[in-house]
């Protein structure tokens, strides 16, 4: 049920969050910058209480941040329709941000609480492939819908996760297995243990190219094509069928992994996605580009999904799990928050194209260290 949950959530929120910055760019008449800044606020909020909350977790349990998470973003995500400008945009953007600060770091942490050490990967990537089929029939349809209005797209997110919520409660009854943290450990001590780990501050530092990647594909590809012609419902058939392609091959490819570490295949995904980036500015045609870069995109993806928090989950000492999940998610938000306010400001100062090469440049670095460091970070992970 745990698995499902991931997969209503994701549904419910990608059916709406994938297609807001069209609405508010070309519907709502704000400047795509403004948006920019307002999703890049939405991740900072995300990723910065991301830590606290997940080693609020480690304390208290991930059963109660969880229901109450999702029953607040059952009312806070189809609000936005009473958005009229930059000043609500933003408290807007903020409330999203507080309470996605609660799901990623602890539902990470309860998957990992309930797998075993050595099926962590293969776990991660059940479910990302669960979550990237609900990305599909929640995307591909809502393109459509997007086209003919809104509204129902907001009723539908809302009535979604207030079934994530009923499934939580009905799932997580009883004791849960859960390692506790040291008891001399103070919850603000354990919320900046990550960072003092000089592990995993240099991984964080090159991975990070990973998030802001998926965040080039989620919230600039839909602007970037319809800055090309292309319509909606294309946008979101093609970007269904990445979540397709992902979802069939996860878990085979990370059952094929699992027994190599998290860690070694890392370089091989950032040279994938550089490659993908790429495409979306140099292959021939608008409509052929926007297709060969998502679906070359895929097939990074489907290695970095289950292998970077199987990889961040190494790192961890016993008992902070949920800090060091939610460390991450600090990193992973305000890295796929800034992709589209950097693109929108380098598009305006060099075009749309510009944006997508300097992200594949960055990612081909990334790929370079991460290929020289594997053996590192495998001799040093706990």
Known sequence: MVVAASFLAVAARMSLVQFLGIYFVHRAGIDV????????????????????????????????????????????????????GTATLLIWSLALGVV??????????????????????????????????????????????AQEGYGLLAATSAAGYVLVAALYVLAL???????????????????????????????????????????MLVTVSPLYGAELGLGEGYIGLVLGANSVLVAVLALPVATRIEAQGPFRLLGAAAAIIAVALACYPLWPGAAAAFLAGTVIYSFGEVIFSSAVPAAVARLAPPGLRGAYQGSWALVSSLSLGSALVLSGLISKAAGWHAPWLAAAALTAVAAVLLFALRGWFLRRAS
Do not use: H, W
Request: proline share 6%.
């Open 33 to 84: 910058t403004t948006v920019g800044v307002a999703f890049l606020c939405e991740s900072l909020a995300r990723g910065l209480l991301a830590p606290m909350f997940g080693a609020l977790s480690d304390r208290v349990g991930r059963r109660v941040l969880l229901i109450g998470s999702s029953l607040c973003t059952a009312v806070i995500l189809p609000s936005f329709l009473a958005i009229t």
């Open 100 to 145: 996605g600060a609660i799901n990623i770091p602890v539902s990470s942490a309860l998957l990992l609480d309930l797998a075993p050490p050595d099926r962590r990967q293969s776990v991660l990537a059940l479910n990302y492939a669960a979550m990237s089929v609900a990305y599909t029939l929640g995307v591909v349809p809502a393109g459509y819908v």
């Open 173 to 215: 009854r009883g004791a849960l297995p859960m390692e506790k943290p040291a008891a001399d450990a103070s919850i603000a001590r354990n919320t900046l243990a990550a960072f003092l780990d000089r592990r995993f501050a240099l991984f964080a530092s090159i991975a990070f190219v990973f998030p802001l990647s998926m965040g």
